[in-house]
């Protein structure tokens, strides 16, 4: 029996603006430590909303959820902020590093805001993951030097840098090319195969869902599969 | 190292938008420079125009008035002592204008912890001769240490030297117009006679310029023996005691006290000059108030660039969110960034104001009224400084607040599902 990271008890979730539409139904689920899950499903299924409300961002909604074993629900802002800094890792559509500091800057910045390690240890840490990803040459540029591909890696890099206990996507490759998406899924499957890194990733690309562990299906604010 | 951290960051996000960053910090810079250069002239000028009077007033002044008698003989008489005396046709009462007991009241007075200084003065109507004229006039018979030390008495000495009054006998320190009168200069000896028909000669030591003409055409200094000489009067005779006290607010209280205590009249400096606290207080407020609101526009400024910054940074501070920051850690970010821009911005303004002012302070400026002042005076007083500085630092906190509590309540998830 393999360790529970993530679980969520009948999650119900509205949207109230302009009349109230009820977006997520009772979902319910859980994923273990080292599981590479994929949540697919068609546009508006409530998928993006379901992994905004695990991630913690979003705290309007029924239900419970739990991460490490540990409630989330009604915890307050700033210990949320602190949960998401320690166990979790993002990786969005777009890129979103930060351009006003250079490729290394950015990776480090969650792991200085955990103020766990010395600067000097976050910085080793920081060239280790991008040795890892293979774009350890591009440490000192500015992150808005360089390429689509490139900064989504920048920010699996970033996820990386806590050793966090769960890495979320949402569609990491959905605005990439086909070799750079390749490339990213190659990245994700060799943290799940390698390294044990539990992943959940939402996508609408069924050739990437396919190659995963465990698919979940949604439809219309239920899980289908 | 969490505050390294959100200053590193705000650093990075102000140097990203220098050239804001520093049109911000400029709007500050000027507002702080011309609120310390408005304050350090204005109050400059004030405390010369006020010391144009106050200096050479006392706070307190204990004389014998010209004045009718209190008690009425007929009051003491013990006849009449039930009954209500009507008296007609007053007149003042022919009393000495000495002080009595002036030494044991100048010893009581020296104990006192509210006195800075004591300065006994004789004052004595003379005519001064010159040919066939006799032009009307006073002597007034000081103690030229103490009147120097808590009067200025040297600062209004054009010509000679003031102290000389004491150190050669039978001398005198002449008014400027005076002097022009009686076609006297320095070591000319003058012919003084008294109320009494008494003549003396007198020694020219020194000329006097008050600033205020019809003064200075009427008065002269002498020392007090001189003056006790032309009166004819004991070494003990004094018609004034000049008090300087260390808090002046307290002036009308002290001088009740010492009427009733040395049995004698007191004035304070509030009922002798009232209108010029009033003319000073305006002035300093008007400039208060044009330094504030400089500072205020400032703020403005600085809200806007705040607002415009967040306004752009809206995928940086979802980022932020989204890795681990909380909102309180963004808000800080943001403070940060303000009250950068206020600290740098107002440490400029005090330089460039204290530049400022000591360039005006330089402007030759001469007045008539004050032969020792050739510039624009200007008051280098630290507490514009910390004033100023603090302003610049309240007004930029201030500003920075209300967009960075916009900032810490950014939705994240807003931001990254807009896209």
Same mark, same amino acid.
Do not use: W
């Given at each position: 029996m393999s360790e529970i990271i993530l679980q969520a008890k009948n999650i119900n979730k509205y949207f109230h603006d302009p009349v109230t539409v009820k977006v997520l139904n009772n979902i319910t689920f859980s994923v273990n430590k080292g599981e590479f899950v994929s949540v697919t499903g068609k546009s508006g299924c409530g998928k993006s909303t379901l992994l905004y409300i695990l991630s913690t961002m979003d705290t309007d909604y029924e239900g419970e959820l739990l991460i490490d074993n540990e409630i989330m629900t009604h915890k307050k802002e700033k210990q949320l902020a602190l949960v998401r800094n320690q166990k979790i890792g993002f990786v969005f559509q777009f890129h979103y590093l930060l351009n006003e500091f250079s490729v290394l800057r950015n990776v480090m910045l969650p792991g200085l805001k955990l103020n766990k390690f010395s600067e000097a240890e976050v910085e080793h840490r920081a060239m280790e993951r991008l040795k890892m990803l293979g774009i350890q040459q591009l440490a000192n540029k500015n992150a808005n030097q360089i390429s689509g591909g490139e900064k989504q890696r920048v920010a699996i890099a970033r996820a990386l840098i806590n050793d966090p206990l769960i890495i979320m996507g949402d569609e990491p490759t959905g605005n990439l090319d086909k070799k750079n998406s390749e490339t990213v899924f190659n990245i994700f499957r060799e943290l799940a195969t390698e390294f044990k890194q539990t992943l959940l990733i939402v996508t609408h690309d069924e050739g990437f869902a396919e190659r995963t562990n465990r698919i979940i299906h949604m439809e219309d604010g239920n899980i289908v599969t | 190292m969490k505050y390294k951290l959100i200053f590193s960051i705000g650093k990075s996000l102000l140097l990203a938008r220098w050239k804001q960053?520093?049109?911000?910090?400029?709007?500050?810079?000027?507002?702080?420079?011309?609120?310390?250069?408005?304050?350090?002239?204005?109050?400059?000028?004030?405390? !010369?125009?006020?010391?144009? $009077?106050?200096?050479?007033?006392?706070?307190?002044?204990?004389?014998?008035?010209?004045?009718?008698?209190?008690? =009425?003989?007929?009051?003491?008489?013990?006849?009449?002592?039930?009954?209500?005396?009507?008296?007609?046709?007053?007149?003042? %009462?022919?009393?000495?204008?000495? $002080?009595?007991?002036?030494?044991?009241?100048?010893? %009581?007075?020296?104990?006192?912890?509210?006195?800075?200084?004591?300065?006994?003065?004789?004052?004595?109507?003379?005519?001064?001769?010159?040919?066939?004229?006799?032009?009307?006039?006073?002597?007034?018979?000081?103690?030229?240490?103490?009147?120097?030390?808590?009067?200025?008495?040297?600062?209004?000495?054009?010509?000679?030297?003031?102290?000389?009054?004491?150190?050669?006998?039978?001398?005198?320190?002449?008014?400027?117009?005076?002097?022009?009168?009686?076609?006297?200069?320095?070591?000319?000896?003058?012919?003084?006679?008294?109320?009494?028909?008494?003549?003396? *000669? !007198?020694?020219?030591?020194? !000329?006097?310029?008050?600033? &205020?003409?019809?003064?200075?055409?009427?008065?002269?200094?002498?020392?007090?023996?001189?003056?006790?000489?032309?009166?004819?009067?004991?070494?003990?005779?004094?018609?004034?005691? *000049?008090?300087?006290?260390?808090?002046?607010? =307290?002036?009308?209280?002290?001088?009740?006290?010492?009427?009733?205590?040395?049995?004698?009249?007191?004035?304070? &400096?509030?009922?002798?000059?009232?209108?010029?606290?009033?003319?000073?207080?305006?002035?300093?407020?008007?400039?208060?108030?044009?330094?504030?609101?400089?500072? &205020?526009?400032?703020?403005?400024?600085?809200?806007?660039?705040?607002?415009?910054?967040?306004?752009?940074?809206?995928?940086?501070?979802?980022?932020?969110?989204?890795?681990?920051?909380?909102?309180?850690?963004?808000?800080?970010?943001?403070?940060?960034?303000?009250?950068?821009?206020?600290?740098?911005?107002?440490?400029?303004?005090?330089?460039?104001?204290?530049?400022?002012?000591s360039g005006i302070g330089r402007i030759p400026f001469n007045m008539t009224a004050l032969p020792t002042v050739t510039t624009y005076p200007i008051n280098y007083s630290l507490v514009y400084y910390s004033i100023g500085f603090s302003f610049s630092l309240i007004t930029t906190y201030l500003a920075g607040y209300f967009p960075s509590r916009k900032a810490s309540k950014i939705d994240p998830v807003i931001i990254i599902r807009g896209k």
């Open positions: - | 960053t520093l049109v911000a910090a400029v709007g500050v810079t000027f507002s702080i420079t011309m609120f310390i250069t408005l304050l350090s002239f204005m109050t400059g000028l004030n405390k !010369l125009l006020d010391g144009l $009077i106050l200096n050479r007033t006392p706070h307190v002044r204990l004389y014998n008035d010209i004045k009718p008698s209190k008690d =009425q003989p007929v009051n003491s008489a013990a006849a009449y002592k039930d009954y209500h005396n009507f008296i007609s046709s007053i007149k003042s %009462s022919s009393s000495r204008q000495e $002080i009595y007991n002036s030494t044991t009241i100048i010893e %009581s007075l020296q104990r006192d912890e509210r006195v800075v200084g004591i300065a006994p003065k004789i004052f004595a109507q003379v005519f001064f001769n010159a040919g066939t004229i006799d032009i009307t006039g006073s002597v007034n018979g000081i103690d030229v240490e103490a009147e120097s030390n808590f009067f200025h008495f040297n600062d209004y000495i054009i010509d000679g030297r003031g102290t000389d009054i004491k150190n050669v006998a039978n001398s005198i320190v002449l008014g400027k117009g005076l002097a022009t009168k009686l076609l006297a200069n320095i070591d000319d000896v003058i012919q003084v006679a008294t109320a009494k028909g008494e003549i003396f *000669q !007198l020694k020219v030591v020194g !000329l006097y310029q008050s600033g &205020i003409s019809e003064y200075d055409k009427s008065v002269a200094f002498a020392s007090i023996t001189t003056a006790q000489k032309l009166l004819g009067k004991p070494a003990s005779y004094i018609t004034d005691i *000049q008090i300087k006290i260390t808090d002046l607010n =307290q002036a009308p209280k002290v001088a009740k006290e010492y009427a009733g205590l040395y049995g004698c009249d007191a004035e304070d &400096i509030q009922t002798a000059n009232s209108q010029f606290e009033t003319g000073s207080f305006i002035r300093t407020l008007i400039s208060y108030a044009v330094g504030i609101t400089l500072l &205020i526009v400032a703020g403005f400024g600085i809200y806007n660039i705040l607002n415009m910054m967040i306004y752009e940074k809206m995928d940086s501070i979802a980022i932020l969110k989204a890795t681990g920051f909380s909102g309180s850690d963004v808000k800080k970010i943001f403070m940060v960034i303000a009250l950068t821009i206020g600290f740098f911005g107002g440490l400029a303004g005090l330089l460039f104001g204290f530049l400022l002012s």
